[in-house]
C-alpha cells in the first residue's frame, strides 16, 4: 500500500511545490557589493542580537520558547551554511 499509493503521491505532491528557500543565492555576492562573508557576518549578528533582547522579556514562558526558537533556528543555518566549507566538522553544542 505505501509503495504502489502512498509515497508515489507524495512524490508528486513535493515536486509540484515550487523551491521556497535557496541558500546558495541568499548568500551568493550581490549587485550591492554585499559579499556573502559580510551577509553571514551580519546574520550572526542579528541573531545575537535577538538572543539578548530574549531576556529582556519578562514572562519566563515567553523568553523560554522564543530562546528556543532562535537557537532552533540559528542551529539550522549554521548545518546549512557549514556544508559550503566541508574541510570543517560541524561541532554542536549540547544545547544546539
Not at 14 to 27: K, M, N, R
Not at 38 to 54: C, H, P, V, Y
Not at 74 to 83: F, P, V
Request: overall charge negative; some cysteine.
Amino acid at each position: 500500500d505505501w509503495t504502489n499509493y502512498l509515497q508515489p503521491e507524495i512524490t508528486k505532491m513535493i515536486e509540484s511545490c515550487p523551491p521556497t528557500f535557496d541558500e546558495a543565492s541568499l548568500f551568493s555576492d550581490s549587485a550591492m557589493g554585499d559579499t556573502a562573508e559580510s551577509k553571514r557576518l551580519e546574520l550572526k549578528r542579528r541573531f545575537r542580537q535577538l538572543l539578548q533582547i530574549m531576556q529582556c522579556v519578562g514572562c519566563d514562558r515567553c523568553k523560554l520558547w522564543g530562546t528556543l526558537q532562535t537557537l532552533g533556528v540559528g542551529t539550522a543555518l549554521r548545518i546549512i551554511l557549514d556544508e559550503d566549507e566541508p574541510s570543517q566538522a560541524t561541532n554542536l553544542s549540547r544545547q544546539e
